[in-house]
């Protein structure tokens, strides 16, 4: 298949187009470099061995947006493009839902002038809310997220239950992620955070690379096994994968639109994350226990059970090898990417 990766100079975008590559599919990105650095596309391509085609404009322009679809073949969709800080949608919610609901608009609607049904949609385990019952399982109503960021996949995920229940032949898979980490095994491409990385990982790995002096861990006081906050870590090249194989499952999906969990299933707390990466590095990594952070959960992770069965996709990787891999990506760009 020949694929639109919209957000493909992004962490997951990124590592998603050579998992495309990989798989024999072809591959064209839309990218406006809002959170991404153009020295993505040189990486991907030394990598692959292969032209991959960008095109560096945002997709709430809708006539850049319908153009690009008479210009290109394109057979599929895979949508990452969005803001996607959560505490940034929270100060700014007017912005992140104009943003990310625009830019979906604009792709659903030059797909259907052009005839393009194929949809992969970047979700998150976030529309699960405060009160399903771990671990997460896709069947669960009702979506609800805390934050406007999240509160966005929500109305997304509704969109595209509406379009694809009335447009015949549209087949939709909602991929809601847990916590994706890791990078490439090449060390090439990775995280790169503008700013104070929000995140525990990149936040762990800037630490080891002596860009932070220490983490901060955000409450040891919840009812969990070590009193931190536990968590769904899947390695991105295993989110990768995920992608790739519920583009090749679209046409045997039961139903127009389908959610899929792509977790472990495994919860891993703050410190065994942190004493992770302290094997992996060879360094003792300072922290200090601070207050919880607003809006935290205690303890989430995923039932993968559906898409381990429909997709025949499973997480492998290990967090030994999500440190391993985090770290020879951070230690070789100490900075992430040159810029422009
Ligand atoms: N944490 C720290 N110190 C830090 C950063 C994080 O202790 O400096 C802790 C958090 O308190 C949390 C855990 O590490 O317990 C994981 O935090 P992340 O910010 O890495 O991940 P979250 O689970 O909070 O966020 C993820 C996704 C969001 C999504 C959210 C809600 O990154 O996109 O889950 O499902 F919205």
């Given at each position: ?255 127009p639109v389908r959610a899929f969990n792509l977790g472990t299933g495994t919860g891993t707390s703050v410190l065994q994350m942190l004493h992770a990466f302290e094997r992996a590095t060879g360094k003792e990594l300072p922290y200090e226990v601070g207050p919880r952070r607003a809006g935290d959960l ?40 040159p810029g422009a």
């Amino acid at each position: 298949m020949r694929v639109l990766v919209s957000g493909g100079a992004g962490y997951i975008g990124s590592h998603t187009v050579l998992a495309l590559l990989d798989a024999g599919h072809d591959v064209v990105v839309v990218d406006d470099f809002s959170n991404s650095k153009p020295t993505v596309q040189g990486r991907l391509e030394a990598l692959s061995g292969k032209h991959v085609p960008f095109h560096a404009f945002d997709l709430t322009d809708a006539d850049k947006t319908e153009q690009l679809f008479v210009h290109e073949q394109i057979d599929a969709v895979i949508h990452f493009a969005g803001f996607k800080a959560v505490g940034e949608s929270v100060s700014e919610p007017l912005r992140y839902y104009q943003n990310n609901l625009d830019a979906t608009f604009s792709l659903l609607r030059a797909m259907q002038r052009s005839g393009v049904s194929k949809f992969v949609f970047s979700s998150s385990a976030t529309v699960y809310g405060e009160n399903a019952p771990v671990p997460y399982q896709e069947d669960y109503e009702y979506l609800s997220a805390s934050s406007p960021y999240g509160q966005t996949k929500v109305v997304i995920e509704r969109v595209l239950s509406d379009v694809a229940a009335v447009h015949e032949g549209w087949k939709v898979a909602l991929l809601r992620y847990f916590n994706p980490v890791g990078a490439h095994p090449s060390g090439q491409i990775g995280e790169d955070p503008q700013g104070i990385p929000n995140n525990l990982m990149p936040f762990i790995a800037q630490v080891a690379v002596g860009r932070r002096e220490r983490l901060t861990v955000f409450g040891d006081d919840y009812p969990t096994a070590d009193g931190t906050c536990e968590r769904d870590y899947i390695h991105v090249m295993d989110l990768a994968e995920g992608h790739v194989a519920a583009l090749e499952h679209l046409g045997d999906l039961a139903e127009p639109v389908r959610a899929f969990n792509l977790g472990t299933g495994t919860g891993t707390s703050v410190l065994q994350m942190l004493h992770a990466f302290e094997r992996a590095t060879g360094k003792e990594l300072p922290y200090e226990v601070g207050p919880r952070r607003a809006g935290d959960l205690a303890a989430f992770w995923a039932d993968p059970a559906r898409a381990n069965t429909e997709l025949g996709w499973r997480a492998t990787r290990t967090i030994d090898e999500i440190c391993a891999d985090t770290w020879r990506w951070q230690s070789a760009n100490p900075q992430g990417y040159p810029g422009a």
